[in-house]
């Protein structure tokens, strides 16, 4: 039952929200120009995070978490709780508090149970615990609705940097189980036209966001949106999702955009395969980067049509996105725990 406390924070902040948001929009924008991204996902909140020192030696400007930020697994919304509090107790994530700001998504190990989609019952209390701990802005768009999604602006026009969050999970339809164990996942494609991933709400604003002007745009997924071939969870498991975002790229965008990924337990950069019959029509990157703690996902070297990187990346990372913005052009590493990059992809934007 959602309790009084919880009726009082979506009616006060979504109050707030309708005077507050423009000022928190330009407040971001006085951030400056943002030139070092940071992002990583899959924190076991149990296990040692010694990838924090060299991701804070990085010197990000900001960093972005894209998911499976703890591991709580639970309808305990103490239980919940607690795992927030042990990876904010954590001294290198309280050093990278100092350093920059941070952004967050959920995945469903942090949302509240593993694969969870719509029907995960405490939805409503786990969303409003995660709030909480990122310390989500009094004005932000995403406090006056169901849903962690919301969009951050930095960076004057010339300099304009759109980081657009989703939420792949408060809406997401049900999973359809394999039947065949040769191939290489857990999940067959749901081609059903009702089938949703990111609910009609969250597609109208998102629609919305791609319209509004940017110098670089960046979409956050939990999890991958480029890859095709494996049956872990992923954007083609909706493959008309899928098909409906890059044709909404098509329509309302017209420079290169980039998706930041987690999940996987692995680390790969992609670009979409040339020729592909949804090209938008200008590049579509993506770089994938799992975990601070948990790494050995997937297979070595698995297929995957939309790779760029030599072969996928196994062992615990980070990744790191610099932005010139003299030469108009991006570098992507991922880096392992050591900060050692082990694999870079430039591009121009």
């Known amino acids: 039952m959602v309790d009084v406390t919880l009726k009082r924070f979506w009616v006060i902040f979504g109050t707030l929200s309708t005077l507050l948001i423009d000022a928190v929009l330009s407040d971001d924008s006085k951030i400056g120009a943002i030139q070092r991204i940071a992002v990583g ?5 149990t296990a040692k995070q010694p990838i924090w020192e060299p991701i804070v030696a990085a010197q990000p400007d900001l960093f972005i978490f894209m998911g499976d930020n703890v591991y709580a697994d639970t309808e305990d919304m103490g239980e919940m709780r607690a795992a927030y509090q042990m990876l904010g107790a954590k001294p290198g994530y309280q050093k990278l508090k100092e350093v920059c700001p941070i952004l967050a998504v959920w995945d469903d190990h942090d949302y509240g149970a593993n ?17 909480e701990f990122f310390e989500t802005p009094a004005g932000s768009e995403a406090l006056t609705r169901p849903g962690i999604y919301q969009t951050r602006y930095y960076g004057e026009a010339g300099q304009r940097l759109q980081v657009i969050l989703l939420d792949t999970r408060y809406f997401r339809d049900d999973l359809i189980e394999l ?7 857990r999940y067959d494609r749901n081609r059903s036209p009702e089938a949703t991933l990111l609910g009609a709400a969250q ?18 997924t939990s999890i991958q949106f480029l890859p095709q071939e494996h049956h872990w969870e992923l954007w083609e498991n909706f ?20 998706f930041l990924s987690g999940d996987r337990h692995m680390g790969e950069i992609m670009q979409l395969q040339k020729g592909d019959l949804l090209d938008p029509g200008f590049p579509v990157y993506e770089m994938t980067s799992s975990g601070l703690t948990n790494a050995g996902g997937g297979r070595k070297g698995e ?3 939309h790779r760029v990187s030599e072969t996928n990346f196994q062992s615990r990372n980070f990744g790191l996105v610099e932005i010139d913005w003299q030469k108009k052009q991006v570098s992507l590493s991922l880096r ?13 934007f």
Not at 41 to 45: D, V
Not at 203 to 218: K, N, V
């Open 203 to 220: 597609w109208q604003w998102l629609e919305e966001q791609l319209q509004q002007p940017a110098d670089l745009r960046l979409i956050v």
């Open 239 to 258: 493959p008309l999702e899928r098909a409906k975002l890059l044709k909404l790229l098509r329509q309302h965008c017209s420079k290169p955009v980039l």
């Open 41 to 45: 996902s899959c924190a076991r909140q």
């Open 179 to 185: 039947t065949d164990s040769r191939i290489f996942g």
């Open 115 to 131: 694969d969870a989609g719509k029907r995960y019952p405490k939805k409503v209390e786990s969303e409003a615990i995660f709030h």
């Open 303 to 305: 297929a995957n049509r």
């Open 336 to 348: 392992d725990v050591h900060g050692k990059v082990v694999d870079r992809f430039q591009f121009p």
